[in-house]
């Protein structure tokens, strides 16, 4: 069977990112239907400082979200997180932080092959291990992980050379609307937004199948 294509836009610190993907790779799995992801890049805070900010204080300002707001949004995720055996390893000291460094060795990654493996190592790498994601020492171990160059990675990430590239595919996906992560393009043309569950994305690949023998 061929796969169905899934346009992926998304951050590597967006929480309902990882859990739908995850939910969309059970379902692939449980349903027998494959899937061919390509991953787009979506910054949730693009002016964010260098230094990032302490999580609950940055939902505070973005979001006016309480103490008690965010521990009761940290056990939902985590609950979610644990039936799809995922982590959400939240702190008092958990940080958010600029994308955009991730978002460029990705974009580099993608040439040899390893985007997808690289935004799952980063994802893991931000909520499970609690890492710094804009540090280029964290970049470089993870680009390692999954099998790419190191001293190449860190000399993409110290140049730049990825950023007009980066910024040019984030301004095809927010000119055709997509303001807010995950947006899933099923096959280019069904656009589904947010985390839907899996018997939800079942359905859909059901109902894509569906479409092609009709």
């Known amino acids: 069977m061929t796969p169905i294509s899934v346009d992926i836009v998304s951050d590597v610190v967006c929480p309902w990112c990882a859990i739908g993907y995850l939910q969309l790779e059970k379902a692939s799995k449980a349903s027998g239907i494959p899937i061919e992801v390509h991953w787009h890049p979506f910054e949730l805070n693009p002016d964010m400082a260098p230094e990032g900010e302490n999580l609950g204080e940055h939902l505070a300002r973005k979001y006016g979200s309480s103490a008690a707001d965010s521990v009761q949004t ?7 997180g644990a039936g799809l055996g995922f982590a959400f390893n939240y702190s008092d000291q958990s940080r958010m932080v600029n994308t955009f460094k991730a978002h460029q060795l990705m974009d580099w990654a993608a040439a040899q092959g390893k985007k ?27 680009a390692g992980e999954v099998g790419l160059e190191n001293a190449a990675a860190r000399a993409v990430l110290e140049s730049g050379e990825r950023a007009e590239s980066v910024r040019e595919n984030q ?26 569950g899996e018997e939800n994305y079942a359905n859909i690949l059901q109902q894509l199948v569906d479409m092609r023998a009709a």
Do not use: C, N
């Open 171 to 196: 301004q095809f996906w927010t000119s055709r609307g997509i303001q807010g992560v995950p947006a899933m393009v099923f096959e280019r043309q069904h656009l589904v937004t947010g985390a839907q």
């Open 116 to 142: 997808h493996e690289l935004k799952l190592a980063l994802l893991s790498a931000y909520f499970e291990q609690q890492l710094d994601v804009s540090d280029i020492e964290v970049l470089e171990e993870k």
């Open 74 to 80: 940290r056990e939902r995720l985590a609950g979610f």
